[in-house]
């Protein structure tokens, strides 16, 4: 009787691990095909986007009018850097194994929210005057802590969700626009607000999934990824305008 049970537990144990070998060949075949699928210009943008802040933002951060200014625009520079720098760290690479691709996934979303909070921070330490500066800056870095604990414990959430989390916490930096605007002028204004409109855009894109012009090269997320980088782009332009020695 002892040995028919040993026998038995261990023909179990051997299904149980020709199961478990069957499902991770699985996975590593949806892996393969996801592989196969991603746009041929996945990630590319951020690439080109990442090495570019770097040498930008180091230019930024030394050029940059006192130690306060270098300190504020240091914090956006390592921001932006670790934005793009993880995207394209993603997206550029085939992440076979799914735990690995959505850790990427993870880490490549909670990027966006250090982005915004990074952004804030030089308007609110070396533009804004008065009792809301400080309050602002903890209430935009709260909200990206909070949104990087969302993104690390609800890992399936839809895409509307994150695209509305990511439009929410910008939405907490717009409060001191017109703080900003005063003390700024009307260039640097236009510049944040024209920025604040393109990465609004990519997010309702990214949410839709549309427009999706050539899904096998250049598809949505392309097209969001561009946004991206174009609005980057004016908020720093708006930084180094008050940042840099007149």
Do not use: C
Not at 179 to 188: D, F, K, L, R, S
């Amino acid at each position: 009787m002892t040995d028919a049970r040993e026998a038995a537990a261990e023909r179990v144990a051997d299904v149980r691990d020709a199961t478990a070998a069957a499902v991770a060949d699985a996975r590593e075949a949806v892996a393969g095909q996801f592989a196969k699928v991603k746009p041929r210009l996945r990630g590319v943008s951020h690439e080109y986007a990442f090495f570019a802040s770097l040498f930008f933002g180091a230019a930024l951060i030394l050029l940059a009018k006192g130690l306060e200014a270098r300190v504020a625009v240091a914090i956006y520079a390592v921001s932006l850097s670790a934005l793009f720098g993880v995207s394209a760290l993603y997206h550029r690479v085939n992440w076979k194994r799914p735990s690995a691709r959505q850790w990427m996934r993870r880490l490549d979303h909670t990027m966006i929210f250090f982005l915004i909070a990074g952004t804030v921070t030089p308007f609110t330490l070396l533009v804004m005057e008065g009792p809301l500066a400080t309050p602002l800056l903890i209430a935009v870095w709260a909200g990206a802590l909070a949104g990087t604990v969302v993104e690390l414990i609800w890992t399936s959430s839809p895409k509307w969700v994150s695209a509305a989390v990511y439009v929410a916490v910008g939405l907490i930096g717009a409060i001191g626009f017109p703080a900003i605007v005063a003390q700024t002028g009307i260039v640097a204004g236009v510049l944040i607000a024209g920025g604040g409109a393109l990465y609004a855009s990519g997010a309702v894109i990214y949410a839709a999934g549309r427009p999706d012009p050539r899904p096998a090269v250049f598809g949505y997320h392309e097209i969001f990824h561009v946004l991206v980088i174009a609005a980057a782009a004016a908020h720093f332009a708006a930084i180094a305008l008050f940042a840099l020695p007149a």
